[in-house]
């Protein structure tokens, strides 16, 4: 957990996420289970003005009623800091890590319980199911950037957006990529880049200036995805990178 973190957040933030719970614990009674805090604000990332909260809500059951009573709590904390909330109900947590690997091994790595018991504290996530949803997310980035390039038509002001945002999705699984290598990365964009391109031999600095050296851009993400998909291919999927 990141309690340290979180608490040299402004306390007018650390303020409005203790509204939050109290709200919570009003309106849902019993059928609130625990309010986590994960993303930026945990892994000491956070940037007043450009950051979102990102809050958990695990309830003990989901229904309609139950939900509705979320929706002006919700919105005050949006409102106020920003926040975005995720819904999750306890008993179905431990069964879906299978398939949420990436987003529930980096919130069992770096959160902050703010109510109720630690449903992410003995989560197991296993190795090979991050292993492979790497791997589908990059592979997925490569298709979708070939058909950025043929749906551009040459207009670059067009293949611009499109790679830039490629740029911006791909830092996830890149950086679960440096994980599973062995290589600890924060989540910021620049030192992602910067540490994957060691780690694979690629110039990545342009891609930081897509929008201006956009030709470049393409051309190095193309290689940097291709170097990626063969690296996180070839990891021993029992353990050992």
Not at 121 to 139: P, S
Request: aromatic content about 4%.
């Amino acid at each position: 957990m990141s309690d340290y973190n979180y608490r040299r957040l402004p306390r007018s933030i650390q303020a409005r996420m203790e509204d939050l719970v109290r709200a919570l614990e009003s309106s849902l009674g019993g059928d609130l289970r625990s309010v986590i805090l994960h993303g930026s604000v945990a892994r000491n990332d956070w940037r007043e003005g450009d950051s979102d909260i990102d809050v958990i809500v695990v309830l003990a059951r989901s229904s309609r009623a139950i939900l509705e009573k979320l929706t002006e709590p919700f919105a005050i904390a949006r409102a106020a800091a920003r926040a975005e909330p995720m819904i999750l109900v306890e008993d179905e947590i431990a069964r879906a890590a299978d398939v949420f690997p990436l987003l529930y091994d980096d919130i069992k790595r770096h959160h902050v319980v703010l109510h109720g018991p630690d449903p992410f504290r003995d989560l197991v996530v296993d190795r090979r199911h991050i292993r492979l949803r790497v791997e589908q997310e990059l592979r997925e980035l490569k298709i979708r950037l070939r058909r950025a390039v043929t749906d551009a038509g040459g207009h670059k002001p067009t293949l611009a957006g499109a790679v830039t945002r490629k740029v911006r999705q791909a830092k996830f699984p890149l950086r679960a990529l440096l994980s599973l290598l062995g290589t600890d990365c924060s989540d910021d964009l620049e030192t992602v880049y910067t540490k994957v391109g060691k780690r694979l031999l690629v110039d990545t600095h342009v891609l930081l200036r897509s929008k201006e050296r956009t030709d470049e851009a393409i051309d190095t993400l193309a290689e940097l995805l291709g170097k990626a998909v063969v690296a996180v291919d070839t990891l021993d999927e029992g353990g050992a990178a």
